[in-house]
């Protein structure tokens, strides 16, 4: 039963306490992982405290420790508060969005598309301050770890679900804006034909979904649906579903925001080219 003092308390402090009060529930429910729910959360400080561990965990090697890594992602969230507010946006996002997950902990502790998202916005804000070396250092241990390759430069917004993450791939110049999902596999990538600016940009709302490649500096509008394994070549216009090989205009979402209600059902088809 939440106290009154936790009525009292930021959404942010909530949300922290609630993760708090699943990892507790957890380690006494399962022994196994008691110790690593104490080091990863229940004894850490805050939540930006507990992903710069958990995630110096993951991504560290021999020659660059755990013990550094930890210090450089704390260093970037404790400059930039942006950070923390995108990492609160994506935990809730993913536990809003995902069938599969109705806990805040879960993503934060297992979800390495959430985790490569996390590790990215440590390495774009690396980019953006001139430690290029350090962004690609880390780009290439999410690559390794996570199977996901997001390049430091890539803009980002929040309220972003990356669902399973294996074989996401987003290239240099894309965009991607707040509340989007984007399915196992999705590439967002160049035509090998452009320099430059060359990569998608997605608008906000839009749902991608598993295998899609979106290809060239094109425009995927806001509230747009992209159907699984389309290739697309061209701007799909807002609160439009696309989808096949190449893709083409089906119909329309039912939904202003296909990501957030996460329904990958399809029109009738009949639809016309892009
Ligand atoms: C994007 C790419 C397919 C375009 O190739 P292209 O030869 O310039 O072809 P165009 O864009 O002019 O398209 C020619 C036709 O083929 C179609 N087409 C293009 N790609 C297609 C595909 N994968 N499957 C089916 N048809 C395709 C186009 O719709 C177009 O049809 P239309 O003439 O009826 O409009 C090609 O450049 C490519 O695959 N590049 C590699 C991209 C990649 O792997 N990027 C990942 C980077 S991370």
Same mark, same amino acid.
């Given at each position: ?169 987003? $290239? &240099?110049? !894309?965009? %991607? ?5 984007? /399915?196992? +596999? #999705?590439?967002?990538?160049? @035509? ?28 995927? $509008? &806001?509230? !747009?649906? %992209? ?5 697309? /070549?061209? +701007? #799909?216009?807002?609160?439009? @579903? ?28 009949? $639809? &016309?080219?892009?």
């Amino acid at each position: 039963m939440p106290s009154v003092g936790y009525e009292r308390m930021s959404s942010e402090a909530r949300l922290w306490q609630e993760i708090l009060e699943e990892a507790r529930e957890e380690a006494d429910g399962e022994p196994v992982l008691s110790d690593f729910l104490k080091m990863t959360l229940l004894e850490r400080d805050s939540l930006e405290d507990a992903l710069a561990f958990h995630l110096a965990q993951k991504l560290a090697t021999r020659t660059v420790t755990v013990v550094a890594l930890h210090g450089v992602f704390s260093e970037v969230f404790a400059a930039d508060a942006a950070i923390g507010e995108a990492v609160r946006a994506d935990l809730r996002a993913v536990r809003d969005r995902d069938p599969a997950c109705n806990r805040l902990s879960v993503p934060l502790l297992y979800f390495k598309g959430f985790h490569a998202l996390q590790a990215y916005r440590v390495a774009h804000s690396l980019w953006s301050g001139g430690r290029r070396g350090l962004a690609q250092f880390v780009q290439n241990r999410i690559s390794q770890a996570f199977g996901v390759d997001i390049h430091p430069a890539a803009r980002i917004g929040r309220g972003i679900f990356i669902d399973h993450g294996t074989g996401v791939v987003v $290239g &240099e110049t !894309a965009v %991607i804006e707040d509340d989007v999902s984007l /399915l196992q +596999d #999705v590439t967002l990538g160049g @035509t090998g034909k452009e320099s430059g600016d060359r990569h998608p940009k997605v608008r906000a709302g839009v749902l991608i979904s598993a295998g899609a490649k979106v290809l060239g500096n094109i425009e995927i $509008g &806001e509230g !747009a649906k %992209i159907g699984a394994g389309s290739v697309v /070549l061209k +701007d #799909v216009p807002p609160h439009t @579903t696309a989808v096949g090989v190449p893709a083409r205009i089906v119909g329309s979402p039912r939904e202003d925001r296909p990501a957030l209600a996460m329904d990958q059902s399809v029109p009738p088809f009949g $639809g &016309e080219g892009i």
